[in-house]
């Protein structure tokens, strides 16, 4: 990044630099050029992305320069922007991120929706028992936390770096009383408790092994392949909770995942094959693909 603007011999300023960099970023390929640029120089500037348009006639001083041409590199190296800036916002709340959790996606705003409207609201909720497996960043069950404050929530991950992501997240949104987290994979810490669930609810990874090559290198090399690889079909984990789950939903509990844009017929077929849930039912994320299944567990 130049210091000024050699033609003018005018200082470089918040306006040249968001120019020149998101110009820069073009060229390196990097698609939301100018949000990302915005983002890290009000990262650098210590202020928010919309001071910046107040600002656009402001020189930057050689420290900010100096901080701004750092993390521009960390991103031509394609790190993502929420680690390099260590934060994200999901559901309109801002969440921390680390590269021990995924970045939340919009695409995950479809299972907090869908998981809303089956807690219910006030009074009746402070009955409602609920179950993140594989919480990450705990954007979706501080999600849920904020939204339904009566609901008693658990989450569990097999990662400790995660499970203290999702615990400062907790805090940071107001929710840290709500939920009481644990380690371990999926609902092996659960099977000496007698303790069931109106609902239960993941994101787990599913993503068939052989795709992870080909994904971004924003995804392939900056976040955990651990949150990400299903195995070789994709459906190891999703079929592993689906086997289980049932076994620890109370009579007509909700099981609700997050799936794989393509991966709806072969879910069906295995909750199907599983015997314990009916209905079963797929809902859409904004861009049209079947991306929740709720299963309801068949009454007893
Ligand atoms: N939707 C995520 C992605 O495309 C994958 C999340 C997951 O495997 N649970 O990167």
């Given at each position: 990044?130049?210091?000024?603007?050699?033609?003018?011999?005018?200082?470089?300023?918040?306006?040249?630099?968001?120019?020149?960099?998101?110009?820069?970023?073009?060229?390196?390929?990097?698609?939301?050029?100018?949000?990302?640029?915005?983002?890290l120089l009000a990262h650098a500037l210590h202020c928010?992305?919309?001071?910046?348009?107040?600002?656009?006639?402001?020189?930057?001083?050689?420290?900010?320069?100096?901080?701004?041409?750092?993390?521009?590199?960390?991103?031509?190296?394609?790190?993502?922007?929420?680690?390099?800036?260590?934060?994200?916002?999901?559901?309109?709340?801002?969440?921390?991120?680390?590269?021990?959790?995924?970045?939340?996606?919009?695409?995950?705003?479809?299972?907090?929706?869908?998981?809303?409207?089956?807690?219910?609201?006030?009074?009746?909720?402070?009955?409602?028992?609920?179950?993140?497996?594989?919480?990450?960043?705990?954007?979706?069950?501080?999600?849920?936390?904020?939204?339904?404050?009566?609901?008693?929530?658990?989450?569990?991950?097999?990662?400790?770096?995660?499970?203290?992501?999702?615990?400062?997240?907790?805090?940071?949104?107001?929710?840290?009383?709500?939920?009481?987290?644990?380690?371990?994979?999926?609902?092996?810490?659960?099977?000496?408790?007698?303790?069931?669930?109106?609902?239960?609810?993941?994101?787990?990874?599913?993503?068939?092994?052989?795709?992870?090559?080909?994904?971004?290198?924003?995804?392939?090399?900056?976040?955990?392949?651990?949150?990400?690889?299903?195995?070789?079909?994709?459906?190891?984990?999703?079929?592993?909770?689906?086997?289980?789950?049932?076994?620890?939903?109370?009579?007509?509990?909700?099981?609700?995942?997050?799936?794989?844009?393509?991966?709806?017929?072969?879910?069906?077929?295995?909750?199907?094959?599983?015997?314990?849930?009916?209905?079963?039912?797929?809902?859409?994320?904004?861009?049209?693909?079947?991306?929740?299944?709720?299963?309801?567990?068949?009454?007893?």
């Amino acid at each position: 990044m130049p210091t000024d603007d050699r033609a003018s011999g005018s200082p470089w300023t918040v306006l040249k630099a968001l120019q020149w960099t998101a110009e820069y970023f073009n060229r390196h390929h990097i698609e939301s050029s100018r949000i990302d640029a915005e983002i890290l120089l009000a990262h650098a500037l210590h202020c928010q992305r919309l001071d910046l348009y107040l600002r656009h006639d402001q020189p930057l001083n050689e420290n900010e320069r100096v901080k701004f041409r750092g993390l521009i590199q960390r991103r031509i190296r394609r790190e993502p922007v929420a680690y390099i800036v260590g934060a994200k916002e999901f559901w309109s709340l801002r969440f921390r991120v680390t590269p021990a959790v995924l970045i939340p996606r919009p695409d995950t705003e479809c299972l907090v929706e869908n998981a809303i409207k089956n807690i219910p609201q006030g009074n009746a909720g402070q009955e409602c028992d609920v179950l993140e497996l594989g919480v990450g960043s705990g954007a979706v069950i501080v999600a849920l936390a904020h939204e339904r404050p009566g609901a008693r929530c658990w989450a569990s991950d097999t990662s400790w770096a995660a499970i203290q992501v999702a615990r400062d997240n907790a805090r940071l949104n107001g929710v840290a009383g709500n939920i009481r987290f644990f380690a371990g994979r999926w609902l092996d810490p659960l099977r000496s408790r007698s303790q069931r669930f109106d609902l239960v609810i993941s994101n787990p990874p599913y993503i068939p092994s052989g795709d992870i090559g080909q994904l971004p290198p924003e995804i392939r090399l900056f976040e955990p392949t651990g949150a990400l690889d299903g195995g070789e079909d994709g459906l190891t984990h999703l079929g592993a909770i689906m086997a289980e789950a049932h076994g620890y939903l109370k009579p007509n509990g909700l099981l609700l995942l997050e799936i794989g844009f393509d991966q709806r017929d072969r879910v069906q077929a295995l909750a199907r094959q599983s015997g314990a849930y009916r209905p079963i039912i797929f809902h859409k994320d904004h861009g049209g693909h079947d991306r929740v299944v709720m299963l309801r567990k068949k009454g007893i």
